[in-house]
Nanobody
Framework: QVQLAESGGGLVQAGGSLGLSCAAS??????MGWYRQAPGKQRELVAT???????NYADSVKGRFTISRDSAKNTVSLQMNSLKPEDTAVYYC??????????WGQGTQVTVSS
């Protein structure tokens, strides 16, 4: 059974930093990443990283967020710097298996105050 366990998040002032971590179990994953969903908006991609280390970022977070992955431990992390109020959202860990099945974490709240 695949499980994704997220940690981190919380409340921070604008300009501050937060880190998110996700530990996956039950499978190996070709792609891992983070998505977010703000109130009243659709879920959107934040960043992804392949097993080989190739990364992809949403334009809105480029230069501020850094995604990293430890494939041996099946973990993915997101370091968020220079946070803005518009980064406020529930952040979800995502993992895609080699048979192209997607799994989601339960979500963790990130709130950036102005």
């Amino acid at each position: 059974q695949v499980q994704l366990a997220e940690s981190g998040g919380g409340l921070v002032q604008a300009g501050g930093s937060l880190g998110l971590s996700c530990a996956a179990s039950g499978s190996s994953f070709v792609l891992m990443g983070w998505y977010r969903q703000a109130p009243g908006k659709q879920r959107e991609l934040v960043a992804t990283v392949t097993r080989g280390g190739s990364t992809n970022y949403a334009d809105s977070v480029k230069g501020r967020f850094t995604i990293s992955r430890d494939s041996a431990k099946n973990t993915v992390s997101l370091q968020m710097n220079s946070l803005k109020p518009e980064d406020t959202a529930v952040y979800y860990c995502n993992a895609v298996s080699y048979i192209n099945r997607a799994y989601w974490g339960q979500g963790t709240q990130v709130t950036v105050s102005s």
